[in-house]
């Protein structure tokens, strides 16, 4: 019995069972969660500010208390009243309307002035015990989940759906099979064929988590990411138009299989709807669709990556790559914060599906589990910054990893491309 209690204390276990009441609060009391706010200058600005606070601080605490760690409590709260001060700067800064509109995510900024406190003003050791970053990490994952709704797939149709499979299964395997060739270790690899292949920022963080990668690189992949998207806002829809024509001569199927292109290779929602936008309204339309499609993939590609890992660690500690490990010794070293993250969205799409929690038409418990789980992400990467010196991202390895991304990326664009062209420009069509 105390070995089964000493199990479920774990990291894992434990960020599964601090986020259920953060999950809760959403369901239940939705319209009084405090909202991230887009400046500094209000009275509740600031409300909503020392709300967050009180929030993320209990979930340390708890998430601590239940792991047993020991910490003095005036030191942890200074502690994390610093931690929680840059993660909200980089909240508010990302929050800007010109910096979302280019995409760049608040674990961005977070990982930036992270980067600034540790390499040019140092971490004190007073600063030390509330810097949990992968604690953080896994609570955000499993908040991840519950906006991940089956009815956002089921949106768009079947095409949109095999879309999704075939771009993710096919991308995902080029991208790790270059990187391998490029020499990159093979758990930074599968943190970058996730980003390239499902979706961005989001998928790095939870395959990061499941494969149990390296934080610095992870760090440095998700900065890729959101750099690269920049660019990629203009020129997807502008080859969209240069190229499309000449195959299509459909106004909505050029829009359609625009959507489809944008949807499907651009690693950022927010990209997304910039650079579908500028596309036209009905490539808008299926390329948010898409893009949601992809990501409810997270779940799936981690949970193999999981399985994969988790089977052959047990083969190798039987000393017998031929060796076939048992359920229970799988289940042993699976990442359960995963089964969390399942649970969620399972629960979180019967809560829709249901009309549950539904007010005015709109599902606001989704926007409060995505709101937590930023909050999270932004105080794990602040705390990934405070934990990486800048020689670590520039060194010769690193290096490695840019070009692997780079590489993966205009793979990602010919194979969405192609994907795009057939499902929606020649078998739509035909089928309708």
């Known amino acids: 019995m105390s070995k089964l209690?000493?199990?479920?204390?774990?990291?894992?276990?434990?960020?599964?069972?601090?986020?259920?009441p953060l999950l809760a609060l959403a369901?239940?009391?939705?319209?009084?969660?405090?909202?991230?706010?887009?400046?500094?200058?209000?009275?509740k600005a600031w409300g909503n500010i020392g709300l967050l606070f009180i929030i993320t601080f209990v979930v340390l605490v708890a998430g601590l208390s239940i792991m047993g760690k020991q910490y003095k409590f005036k030191s942890l709260i200074l502690s994390f009243v610093v931690v929680f001060a840059i993660s909200?700067?980089?909240?508010?800064?990302?929050?800007?309307?010109?910096?979302?509109?280019y995409g760049f995510e608040a674990v961005f900024f977070s990982v930036v002035f992270g980067l600034i406190v540790r390499n040019f003003l140092k971490v004190p050791e007073w600063m030390k015990p509330a810097i949990?970053?992968?604690?953080?990490?896994?609570?955000?994952?499993?908040?991840?989940?519950?906006?991940?709704?089956?009815?956002?797939?089921?949106?768009?149709?079947?095409?949109?759906?095999?879309?999704?499979?075939?771009?993710?299964?096919?991308?995902?395997?080029?991208?790790?099979?270059?990187?391998?060739?490029?020499k990159v270790d093979e758990r930074s690899a599968m943190i970058l064929s996730s980003g390239v292949s499902i979706c961005g920022v989001s998928a790095c963080i939870t395959a990061a988590r499941v494969a149990n990668g390296d934080d610095k690189k992870l760090s440095y992949i998700v900065s890729i990411v959101l750099i690269i998207v920049v660019p990629m806002i203009y020129l997807m829809p502008w080859l969209a138009k240069l190229i499309l024509p000449q195959i299509f001569s459909d106004p909505?199927?050029?829009?359609?299989?625009s959507g489809a292109w944008i949807g499907g290779t651009i690693d950022t929602t927010s990209g997304v709807a910039a650079s579908s936008t500028i596309a036209g309204e009905i490539a808008n339309q299926h390329a948010v669709i898409i893009k949601a499609a992809q990501n409810v993939l997270i779940g799936v590609v981690a949970f193999f990556i999981a399985l994969y890992l988790s089977t052959r660690r047990t083969a190798e500690g039987n000393g017998s790559k031929s060796s076939r490990p048992s359920f229970g010794i799988v289940w042993e070293k699976f990442p359960k914060f995963i089964i969390g993250f399942v649970l969620a969205s399972l629960v979180f799409s019967l809560c829709k599906e249901t009309d549950a929690f539904i007010g005015d038409g709109s599902f606001p418990c989704k926007g409060v589990a995505k709101m937590f789980s930023t909050v999270f992400f932004s105080l794990a990467f602040v705390c990934i910054g405070l934990d990486t010196r800048l020689k670590d991202i520039i060194s010769r390895e690193n290096r490695n990893v840019l070009w692997s991304f780079?590489?993966?990326?205009i793979v990602n664009i010919i194979i969405t491309f192609i994907v795009a062209c057939i499902l929606f420009g020649y078998i739509k069509p035909m089928w309708a």
């Open 88 to 101: 909200i700067l980089a909240l508010v800064v990302s929050g800007v309307k010109e910096v979302k509109y």
């Open 406 to 409: 780079v590489c993966a990326q």
């Open 27 to 43: 369901l239940l009391a939705a319209s009084f969660m405090p909202k991230v706010p887009n400046s500094l200058i209000t009275a």
């Open 252 to 257: 909505t199927t050029i829009q359609e299989v």
């Open 5 to 20: 209690i000493e199990k479920l204390r774990s990291e894992d276990w434990t960020t599964v069972w601090v986020s259920i």
């Open 132 to 182: 949990q970053g992968e604690f953080f990490i896994k609570v955000g994952v499993v908040c991840l989940g519950a906006t991940i709704l089956i009815q956002e797939v089921m949106k768009s149709g079947i095409f949109g759906l095999i879309q999704a499979i075939l771009v993710v299964s096919l991308v995902w395997f080029t991208a790790f099979f270059i990187a391998k060739a490029l």
